[in-house]
């Protein structure tokens, strides 16, 4: 059972306002990952979560900011986002860190639509 | 560095018809290939994807690709479409750190 659940689904905020999206998978999988994606355009990777450390920021803006408080839950904190921060966020999870090891691969949720007004 | 190159933004066929996504690809060493799915207002789906061993590779919903690495390639294809098909398919390239992700093809399925 490949699952990875993501909550809102769908989030509106004012850009003053301080929101939080949240992530959870129940596969015994050790790394996690946040993904921006805008309309009709492939996912980018922010932050990747490997054993509850946080192993990779794509030198994403302050105003984002994740936690991980366990091995099965990911949150992305919001605060003071501006309107082009609008996109569709995708948490995924893998066995392990990256895909270069045999078997390993990234499955995604199916997102939470965040828009900023 | 990687990188993948979906080089057909857009595709239209009838349903029942065979089809080809094309992927090319780019890495320096061993690839780990991946095709996903994204239907509308969704997250992506895993159809398939190739580690190593047998360079055809089968996945859900009837779809299959084949690795070859002379050219570079990970083409998607279908023997017969089906309406629920319409969506974007996206093309990855895995690494140790990352998964790499073409532009993306839209697929259309006239009725």
């Known amino acids: 059972d490949t699952e990875v659940t993501q909550t809102p689904k769908h989030l509106v905020m004012g850009m003053t306002n301080k929101k939080s999206l949240k992530c959870e998978q129940h596969?015994?999988?050790?790394?996690m990952y946040w993904y921006k994606q805008k309309a009709k355009k492939p996912p980018e990777l922010m932050f990747v979560?490997?054993?509850?450390?946080?192993?990779i920021n794509e030198s994403v803006p302050s105003r984002f900011s994740p936690e991980c408080p366990n091995s099965s839950l990911l949150n992305l904190h919001l605060h003071a986002l501006q309107p082009e921060d609008s996109a569709l966020y995708l948490c995924?999870?893998?066995?392990?860190?990256?895909?270069?090891?045999?078997?390993?691969?990234?499955?995604f949720g199916e997102g939470s639509w965040l828009t900023v007004v | 560095a990687q990188s993948v190159t979906q080089p057909d933004i857009h595709i239209t066929v009838s349903e029942g018809a065979s089809l080809e996504l094309r992927c090319n690809y780019s890495y320096g060493a061993t690839p780990y290939l991946f095709w996903y799915v994204q239907s509308p207002g969704q997250g992506l789906q895993l159809l398939l994807k190739y580690f190593s061993g047998d360079t055809l590779v089968q996945g859900i919903k009837g779809f299959e690709a084949e690795f070859k690495r002379s050219q570079s390639s990970f083409n998607l294809r279908k023997p017969s479409v089906h309406w629920s098909d319409a969506a974007e398919y996206f093309c990855?390239?895995?690494?140790?750190?990352?998964?790499?992700f073409g532009s993306g093809t839209q697929l259309t399925v006239l009725p």
């Open positions: 995924a999870s893998s066995q392990e860190g990256g895909t270069g090891g045999s078997g390993n691969t990234i499955y």
């Open positions: 979560y490997s054993y509850e450390k946080l192993s």
């Open positions: 990855a390239v895995g690494s140790a750190r990352q998964l790499t």
């Open positions: 596969m015994g999988h050790r790394a």
